[in-house]
T-cell receptor, first 113, second 112 residues
Framework: DAMVIQNPRYQVTQFGKPVTLSCSQTLNHNVMYWYQQKSSQAPKLLFHYYDKDFNNEADTPDNFQSRRPNTSFCFLDIRSPGLGDAAMYLCATSRDPGTDTQYFGPGTRLTVL | SQELEQSPQSLIVQEGKNLTINCTSS?????LYWYKQKYGEGLIFLMMLQKGGEEKSHEKITAKLDEKKQQSSLHITASQPSHAGIYLC????????????FGTGTQLKVEL
């Protein structure tokens, strides 16, 4: 089945230690998104790639970076995680931006010690 | 204030009962999406509505978008324990670019 895969499902890191979260997709979609979802809150868009074009949200901290080496993979890098970055990180894909439906992966739960 | 307000915030129903969740927008909706999320997991796409007055159904779940395209409702008929979870509405707003904005969710519990 075509799907969005996130690894790892659970990630524990230390305060200030860089961490990378991974997302891959077999849908061959053009757009890949990263969302941050804190407890009992709505998912918040951090950034997205439309093919190779990176689109950052204005309020996304510089601490968050992303890479998309090819169509299938997208990475979220947190350069110096703080306690406030503990959250669920959700990857989503869509065929095109706009109103095309976004399909989500299972998420990575990040804990910062 | 929130651009998308969901009500109720939480809901407990007995198995077999019907229920409705509402999503109200402060802006005109270009597209409205319903997702379900189980605790600690990703979002599962349920339905997408775009036309005023549109109604879609999947199994026992029906979603409607009002004519003015500023409110949507999600109705579950004869609820089952498998319906339990958090229901999120998401919207792309007219003139708001391509960004999908989410409501804060409705937590549904179904008691046996």
């Amino acid at each position: 089945d075509a799907m969005v895969i996130q690894n790892p499902r659970y990630q524990v890191t230390q305060f200030g230690k860089p961490v990378t979260l991974s997302c891959s997709q077999t849908l061959n979609h053009n757009v890949m998104y990263w969302y941050q979802q804190k407890s009992s809150q709505a998912p918040k868009l951090l950034f997205h790639y439309y093919d190779k074009d990176f689109n950052n949200e204005a309020d996304t901290p510089d601490n968050f970076q992303s890479r998309r080496p090819n169509t299938s993979f997208c990475f979220l890098d947190i350069r110096s995680p703080g306690l406030g970055d503990a959250a669920m990180y959700l990857c989503a894909t869509s065929r095109d931006p706009g109103t095309d439906t976004q399909y989500f992966g299972p998420g990575t739960r990040l804990t910062v010690l | 204030s929130q651009e998308l307000e969901q009500s109720p915030q939480s809901l407990i129903v007995q198995e077999g009962k019907n229920l409705t969740i509402n999503c109200t927008s402060s802006k005109t909706l270009y597209g409205l999406y319903w997702y379900k999320q189980k605790y600690g997991e990703g979002l599962i796409f349920l339905m997408m509505l775009q036309k005023g007055g549109e109604e879609k159904s999947h199994e026992k779940i029906t979603a409607k978008l009002d004519e003015k395209k500023q409110q949507s409702s999600l109705h579950i008929t004869a609820s089952q324990p498998s319906h339990a979870g958090i229901y999120l509405c998401g919207a792309v707003f007219t003139g708001g670019g391509n960004k999908l904005t989410f409501g804060t969710g409705t937590q549904l519990k179904v008691e046996l």
